[in-house]
């Protein structure tokens, strides 16, 4: 392309980068009849896209000038798939939304049905979940690092480097849910009232020692990515998220408090044991793909202190304040509604479930569930537009959504 090209394609593309939101609803006739334009379809088969997921760009040479995203293509139909299950029959099937948080997908679905059938967790239960999810989200921010430095490519030692060391703390985290519950990944283990498994002989000790060995290797990621001149040309300024565009879209998580607002469910809507240990909520304010790495990478950090000040102090008591399960049709409701949400490595995952459905109630009339990672994946046709190519793929895997939870 010659100069005189480039700079044409740059005077175009000003509009979209200093308005720094762009119109999702953009007639391509409209951008410049004269324009030599090119389609691209980014996905459904390419790897950056994290999943079955697709965008459909519209490209001014290499400037994006009009983002369309489709999803859909992951459906596996689990809403309505609760409907016919009964209670206790539902918490593995959405394990596999949120594929990389199957912890936390578990807690969300059996806190809306314990808000929908007046179930009380016991403080055992609740200060063991609490734990979980915290080594979820460690285990959760790890992968979505070492995938983000494998996206951006050429920064980071080629990206094999940071995906390797990621996934070997990552693993570290999966070895203390195999000892807990047998699993390594899609758990089963949190139901109605608590939990299934208890923390056996020994677990704790094993806790503090994996926390520490990733502690102090935590902070090299961080000074990795506000010192390496490739990954901060890559990632400072691309894919600015403002604070008013994240919460028209209804975007949570590290994504808003990364565009300043200080908004965190486990510190302002407590649940779990959260009442009883303190959340310091990060935040960074230039809402671009740099200041969504550091939230994650210290949000890792504080996770871990959570555990820490955590895990000696487990009290005694039951792990469950439900009867135990004869028949899987036991729990019923005649009707009635419930939401409940959780703050997951992603925003807010919430529960809204409606009673008195099939099996005489023994089965939910209705289930939705709130994913964040729609929402995030919604920013996509305001966010892309103004940037190239290779800055779409650093965006979409910046935004960390995970397809099972858009598609459902």
Known sequence: ?????????????????????????????????????????????HPSTHGVFRVKLYLDGEIIIKAVPYAGYLHRGVEKLCEKLMFTQITPIVDKNDYVSPMLNEQAINMGFEALLGVTVPRRARWLRTILAELQRVASHLLWLGTFALDLGGALGGGASVFMYCFRERESVLDLFEELTGCRFHYNTHTVGGNRHDIPAGWAEHVKKTISVIEARTDEY???????????????GVGVIDAALAMELGITGPILRAAGVAHDLR??????????????????????????????IREIKESLRIVREMVDGVPEGPINGHKAIKIVSQDRSAGGQAYACLESARGELGTYVIGGGANK??????????PPSLHAAACLPYVLPGHTVSDA????GNVDPIMGEVDR
């Open 393 to 396: 793929i650093a965006i979409l």
């Open 222 to 236: 961080e000074s990795l990515m506000s010192e390496n001149e490739i990954y901060v040309a890559r990632t400072k």
């Open 361 to 370: 109630g023994a089965s939910p009339y209705r289930v939705k569930i709130r």
């Open 267 to 296: 510190a302002h809507a407590p649940y779990h044991a959260y009442d009883e240990i303190e959340v310091r909520v990060q935040t960074e304010t230039a809402g671009d793909c740099q200041a969504r790495t550091l939230v994650r």
């Open 1 to 45: 392309m010659n100069v005189v090209a480039s700079a044409e394609i740059l005077e175009r593309r000003a509009p979209l980068v200093t308005a720094r939101r762009a119109d999702p609803y953009l007639d391509v006739e409209d951008y410049d009849p004269e324009a030599d334009l090119m389609v691209l379809n980014l996905g459904p088969q």
